[in-house]
């Protein structure tokens, strides 16, 4: 998608933070903006915000845990505006940090139920849409840079959830049609209100948590890049085209070491040998289809 003038973007997660960020440079681009968002009050301020940018703007309250939340954010956002152009599944949570086998199951259940499957109900319901609709469409996924490597210890279940994410943007870019083009942004520190996620904890995964202010002023994520700044290069990374949408530079060597390890493992336990191809899973798959 080259231009995004009137072309209409819903962003979950978008009342605060980077989804706050993606609307605002949505709207700076000149396309229209739902927000979508648990806290509906807050979802409503922003798009009152974002619209004294000269754009058309929407609220809704969506929890993206629950699929025919997204099922109606959906129904709002092609009723309001008669097409629907982007969607940037973003909404995310952080809590329990410590170690991983300490984890709390509930705890390791609600990043999964907000951060994958909330982000698999956005590619479903909208990937469908974008479908029957037939016009060149966007799916952009908030990864982070825990979806590339681990980036600390104390964040597994967070991590694990960001992994999944990269997992299934790169399953659908091989499944969707071309007119329909997917990308992971994968941001590092940013400044936003990631940190008090235990606030609106929903009581099946153990309800609000008090936050401790002295830990929340202290938090790494203040030291973060700005929110409005990651929005902007996500907006970029949409023109360009780019799967990939990373922010921090400092990522890519700690990425090259994964890979590097993955490498030498190949090379120490696995090199090539005639015939081997005949494993190839996405050749042996293509085959198949062909044959069909
Ligand atoms: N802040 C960072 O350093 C950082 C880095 C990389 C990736 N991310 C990712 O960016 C995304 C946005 O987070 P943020 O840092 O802007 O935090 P944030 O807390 O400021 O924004 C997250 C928004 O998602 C909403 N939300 C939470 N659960 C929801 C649900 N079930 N349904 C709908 N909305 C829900 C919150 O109300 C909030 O407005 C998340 O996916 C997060 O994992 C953040």
Same mark, same amino acid.
């Given at each position: *998608? =080259? #231009?995004?003038?009137?072309? @209409? ?13 993606? +609307?605002?440079a949505?709207?700076?681009a ?6 979508a968002?648990?806290?509906?009050e807050?979802?409503? $301020? ?28 959906a129904?709002? +956002? ?6 629907? #152009? ?7 949570? *952080? ?5 991983? &086998?300490?984890?709390k ?8 139920? @907000?951060n ?14 974008f %479908? ?8 952009v996924n908030?990864?982070?840079?825990h979806?590339?490597?681990? /980036? ?7 991590? /694990? ?5 990269? /997992? ?9 049609? #071309?007119?329909? $083009? ?17 606030? &609106? ?6 309800g609000?948590? $008090?936050?401790?202010?002295?830990v929340a ?6 030291l973060?890049m700005?929110?409005?700044? &990651?929005? =902007? ?9 780019d ?11 700690y ?10 493992a190949?090379e120490? %336990? ?6 081997d191809? %005949?494993?190839?899973m996405?050749?042996?798959i293509?085959? *198949?289809?062909?044959?069909?």
């Amino acid at each position: *998608m =080259k #231009d995004l003038k009137d072309k @209409v973007g819903v962003v979950t997660g978008g009342a605060s933070g980077i989804g706050f960020g993606i +609307a605002g440079a949505l709207a700076d681009a000149g396309a229209h903006v739902v927000i979508a968002d648990i806290r509906g009050e807050k979802a409503a $301020q922003a798009a009152g915000e974002l619209a004294k940018r000269g754009v058309r703007t929407s609220s809704v309250a969506c929890d993206v845990s629950d699929r025919s939340a997204v099922e109606r954010l959906a129904d709002h +956002a092609w009723s309001e505006f008669g097409h629907v #152009d982007l969607i940037f599944n973003n909404a995310g949570i *952080m809590s329990g940090v410590g170690p991983l &086998i300490d984890a709390k199951e509930e705890d390791f259940r609600w990043h999964l139920e @907000v951060n994958v499957l909330g982000v698999w109900h956005g590619c479903a319901v909208f990937g469908k849409r974008f %479908q029957e609709q037939g016009t060149p469409a966007h799916i952009v996924n908030t990864g982070s840079e825990h979806s590339l490597y681990a /980036a600390h210890p104390f964040g597994g279940c967070y991590t /694990a959830s960001k992994h999944a994410i990269l /997992a299934l943007s790169d399953v659908l870019r091989l499944e969707l049609p #071309d007119f329909i $083009q997917v990308s992971i942004l994968c941001p590092g520190l940013v400044s936003t209100e990631l940190v008090r996620s235990g606030e &609106i904890r929903p009581d099946r995964f153990g309800g609000p948590e $008090q936050i401790d202010e002295a830990v929340a002023e202290g938090s790494a994520l203040n030291l973060g890049m700005r929110p409005e700044d &990651i929005g =902007k290069r996500a907006i970029k990374g949409v023109l360009r085209g780019d799967f990939y949408i990373v922010t921090h530079p400092h990522n890519r060597p700690y990425i090259e070491d994964r890979y590097n390890e993955i490498r030498n493992a190949f090379e120490t %336990q696995a090199p090539p040998f005639e015939g081997d191809e %005949q494993y190839d899973m996405r050749k042996v798959i293509e085959k *198949m289809l062909e044959g069909l």
